[in-house]
């Protein structure tokens, strides 16, 4: 789906389930990993994220957009868009937008680099980076920690 199909589907959507008319653009966003969309409030642009624009996340873009859509049209109307609010959470109920992106594998995932132990309970403590055993102590007995193994 390119720039122009997905402005027009957002269009329609705004027209069939909010009985409003989207009058700003779509862009579409490579760099997202975490999130689905993202609605700017000074300028009134919604991003999508560009792993969401093939043919089988189809169901997941059109959540993600009615949810960008409630963000849009409650701000412009002054209610409240934001998460917390009454307002946002009847709305995206109403239209039937989702509440979370899916997680399609984008997040990275953090490599364990060493893993430490405690010496007096056997907790132990995967960690990314080194610590200082001499300085740090086990959060549950107050117990010495050492390194148990290096994966580096």
Do not use: W
Not at 26 to 44: F, S
Not at 57 to 65: A, E, F, K, P
Not at 107 to 135: A, D, M
């Amino acid at each position: 789906m390119d720039q122009i199909e997905l402005q027009s589907l957002v269009e329609e959507i705004s027209l069939k389930y909010f009985g409003r008319s989207f009058r700003h653009r779509v862009k579409i966003n490579h760099r997202m990993k975490t999130t689905g969309g993202r609605y700017h409030l000074d300028d009134h642009h919604i991003e999508i994220n560009a792993h969401f624009l093939t043919a089988d996340h189809y169901d997941d873009l059109v959540g993600i957009i009615k949810h960008e859509l409630c963000h849009y049209h409650l701000h412009l109307l002054g209610m409240g868009y934001q998460h917390r609010n009454r307002d946002f959470k009847v709305l995206l109920q109403k239209v039937g937008g989702s509440r979370y992106a899916p997680d399609i594998g984008l997040k990275r995932k953090r490599k364990i680099n060493y893993l430490y132990q405690c010496e007096n309970c056997g907790l132990q403590y995967p960690r990314i980076r080194r610590i200082n055993t001499r300085r740090y102590r086990c959060g549950k007995c107050r117990g010495k920690l050492i390194l148990k193994k290096s994966f580096k």
